[in-house]
């Protein structure tokens, strides 16, 4: 659930030194939450009209997700975006692409508060920059189970919110 939509935003902020070559694990782990599809907005953007629209897709456990900035008028991210639990927490896989045909990175954003209506999110933005050279999933997923209580692991936290727009 974390920071599901922030995607957009986080790539262009954070750019591509916080990124891994593989997810956190396959969406087929089925973890889910439907409560996610909506449109969101981020509070920290300045432009409040930007949103992220999230639905469900024919892939089971899967979002497809849409960054709509310049006001909400121009979709500049599409992507499907899944769960992963790592040690318990759970984790959006958000996918980065960088320019190259066929070569989908990720970035992660930790699950850190939902409230009960599933209107409002916490997350933290995994900032570790050594993920890239990571060679192997299962060391992936070993690096982010023991750097989950680091608090030097994350670069920043977000906060979003359900919306009519």
């Known amino acids: 659930m974390q920071r599901l939509l922030i995607l957009y935003c986080l790539l262009t902020i954070y750019g591509c030194s916080n990124?891994?070559?593989?997810?956190?694990?396959?969406?087929?782990?089925?973890?889910?939450?439907?409560?996610i599809m909506g449109v969101w907005k981020l509070e920290e953007d300045t432009n409040t009209n930007n949103f992220y629209e999230v639905c469900r897709i024919d892939e089971p456990f899967k979002y497809h997700t849409k960054f709509w900035d310049k006001g909400g008028t121009n979709p500049t991210y599409e992507s499907a975006i899944f769960f992963s639990e790592v040690a318990g927490e759970r984790f959006i896989n958000v996918p980065y692409f960088d320019g190259r045909p066929w070569v989908i990175r990720y970035m992660f954003l930790r699950v850190l508060n939902v409230d009960k209506d599933f209107t409002r999110i916490t997350a933290a933005v995994v900032g570790d920059t050594t993920m890239r050279r990571i060679p192997h999933p299962k060391a992936l997923r070993r690096h982010v189970a023991g750097n989950i209580h680091n608090s030097a692991f994350y670069s920043d936290t977000i906060h979003l919110y359900k919306t009519n727009r």
Do not use: C, H
Not at 19 to 35: G, H, Y
């Open 19 to 35: 990124i891994a070559n593989f997810p956190l694990s396959s969406p087929n782990e089925k973890v889910s939450d439907p409560r």
